[in-house]
């Protein structure tokens, strides 16, 4: 059921407390972990949980094999700073989830942005006229792309969105969009969203000389700033991209799907030295 340990914990915790009405403390004890607080600091993310205890934790809730090796995966994942290592390690989680029916259809949603053109398909099809065979409207919307895709692969994008509940075809025959939650940890988010940020900007640097300069827009600002500004300019573009947002709802007569993105993120930083007070550019 889960993707965040210490959820797990905390929704485990409550249990045995609800049953035997135990503080963490005794429960600590009867679990055979040591720490102070330990879960008190696991539960508030000041402490994270170490393979040592959790391999501990696995033998007190006497989880089976395949129970105990998904719970270490998912500390292990909870706990990895490292992208690429945090990406092969919920590969692993998604692997053992697909198992049941449940959680498998569940998880497939998570594979929206798994494509960069799965999104724009979503948008677009809503503005395509109604009918037609399946076959020449996804390589029509294949030669619509920027950059162009085959047709295989814009008719898998949309079986994908109407099975998974973000395109639903209404009775006249036309396309509708639906909003699907996909609720999960922001780890989990993060991680599919890596690979699809970092997708889009490579599309950005392949089809900037394909568009003219009437069809793109694009500029840049250096400057140096404090942490204090830096931060309230990050709170001014997420203001931004939600005036943008707004302005695309409230539009009656779109005729393209644009990809807007912002990259903001320190060139330099300026880091003071506590033993010599000098400034070392890093």
């Known amino acids: 059921m889960y993707f965040d340990y210490v959820e797990y914990l905390r929704d485990v915790l409550a249990n045995l407390q609800a049953e035997n009405g135990a503080s963490l403390r005794s429960i600590q004890n009867d679990l055979d972990v040591k720490g102070s607080a330990f879960f008190s600091r696991i539960l508030d993310g000041s402490r994270p949980l170490s393979l040592a205890n959790a391999e501990?934790?696995?033998?007190?809730?006497?989880?089976?094999?395949s129970e105990s090796e998904y719970f270490m995966n998912m500390v292990r994942f909870g706990n990895e700073k490292n992208v690429d290592k945090r990406d092969l390690l919920l590969k692993k989680l998604l692997s053992a989830r697909s198992e049941n029916v449940e959680y498998a259809l569940k998880d497939s949603a998570?594979?929206?942005?798994?494509?960069?053109?799965?999104?724009?398909?979503?948008?677009?099809?809503p503005l395509l006229p109604r009918g037609g065979d399946t076959c020449d409207v996804a390589k029509k919307?294949?030669?619509?792309?920027?950059?162009?895709?085959?047709?295989?692969?814009?008719?898998?994008?949309?079986?994908?969105?109407?099975?998974?509940?973000?395109?639903?075809?209404?009775?006249?025959?036309c396309y509708k969009v639906s909003d699907p939650v996909i609720s999960t940890p922001p780890r989990v988010r993060s991680t599919f969203l890596r690979k699809y940020h970092l997708k889009n900007l490579e599309i950005d640097r392949d089809v900037f000389d394909e568009l003219s300069s009437d069809d793109r827009s694009l500029s840049?600002?250096?400057?140096?700033?404090?942490?204090e500004t830096f931060e309230k300019v990050r709170l001014e573009i997420q203001q931004f991209?939600?005036?943008?947002?707004?302005?695309?709802?409230?539009?009656?007569?779109?005729?393209?799907?644009?990809?807007?993105?912002?990259?903001?993120?320190?060139?330099?930083?300026?880091?003071?030295?506590?033993?010599?007070?000098?400034?070392?550019?890093?």
Not at 148 to 157: D, N, P, W
């Open 220 to 227: 840049s600002v250096t400057c140096s700033m404090s942490k």
């Open 110 to 125: 998570l594979k929206f942005f798994g494509k960069w053109y799965i999104p724009v398909i979503r948008d677009l099809l």
């Open 56 to 65: 501990t934790l696995a033998r007190s809730f006497s989880l089976g094999e």
């Open 241 to 282: 991209r939600q005036k943008i947002l707004a302005m695309a709802q409230e539009d009656r007569n779109p005729d393209r799907v644009c990809h807007l993105g912002i990259q903001f993120m320190p060139r330099a930083v300026v880091k003071n030295s506590h033993n010599g007070g000098e400034n070392e550019v890093a």
């Open 141 to 173: 919307i294949g030669r619509m792309m920027v950059p162009a895709l085959k047709g295989s692969q814009v008719q898998g994008a949309i079986d994908y969105l109407i099975q998974n509940g973000f395109v639903r075809i209404d009775e006249d025959g």
